[in-house]
Structure formats: structure tokens, C-alpha cells
């Protein structure tokens, strides 16, 4: 189960830090990583961070804004969200991948969204 949290409203500028837990499964060999919705259009991949290495990589509209972390036990994922735009209104939910395959196709566990709303 993966618990996203972190949501609200915030000023264009601003900044958020949305945390997204894994509970009851171990999640911890996976890919883990957030997408999001905003109203009228097709989910989007955010960020992404591999199980192994670490290593992290970014959607293009969010490169050198955002940036997605973990903890040590591999069980808590972060997305820092930085000089946030309006554009970045979204529900946003964390997702984790079994490895051998691509985040960026979608994730095979699901959190329920957090609400990030972004004001001009």
C-alpha cells in the first residue's frame, strides 16, 4: 500500500514536498516514483528514482524544479516540488514498478492522489 501526502496550496513560486510511504508490502526492490493528473488531461510522468542505485531521472516539464529522493530503507519516496507554476496543478500520486520494466509506463502499485494546487 502506498501512502501519499503532502498536498495543498500554494503561491506560484512556491515550493512543496509531497512524501509518499509504502506499508504492508515490500516494496523496497522496486522502482518508485509520482505522476500526475490535472483535470481534462491524460496522466503524466513526474519523476522517477530506481530501486537499486538510486538513480533519478525527471519528466521534461519539471527538470531542474523537482526532485525526487528516498529514504535509507528504501521505504518513504520524496518529490521536492520547487518554483512551482500553475501549470503544475495536479493530483499527484506515487507509484512503485517491479523492476525490469520502465516507471514511465505506468506503475503496478497505486497510491491514492494528493491535491496540489498552484495559484497565479
Known amino acids: 500500500q502506498l501512502q501519499a501526502s503532502g498536498g495543498g496550496l500554494v503561491q506560484a513560486g512556491g515550493s512543496l514536498r509531497l512524501s509518499c510511504a509504502a506499508s504492508?508490502?515490500?516494496?523496497?526492490?522496486?522502482?518508485m516514483g509520482w505522476f500526475r493528473q490535472a483535470p481534462g488531461k491524460e496522466r503524466e510522468f513526474v519523476a522517477g528514482?530506481?530501486?537499486?542505485?538510486?538513480?533519478?531521472y525527471y519528466g521534461d516539464s519539471v527538470k531542474g524544479r523537482f526532485t525526487i529522493s528516498r529514504n535509507n530503507a528504501r521505504t518513504t519516496v520524496y518529490l521536492q516540488m520547487n518554483s512551482l507554476q500553475p501549470e503544475d496543478t495536479a493530483v499527484y500520486y506515487c507509484?512503485?514498478?517491479?523492476?525490469?520494466?520502465?516507471?514511465?509506463?505506468?506503475?503496478?502499485?497505486w497510491g491514492k492522489g494528493t491535491l496540489v494546487t498552484v495559484s497565479s
Open positions: 507509484a512503485a514498478k517491479s523492476p525490469g520494466a520502465s516507471l514511465r509506463s505506468g506503475g503496478d502499485y
Open positions: 528514482i530506481s530501486w537499486s542505485l538510486g538513480g533519478t
Open positions: 504492508g508490502r515490500t516494496l523496497s526492490n522496486h522502482h
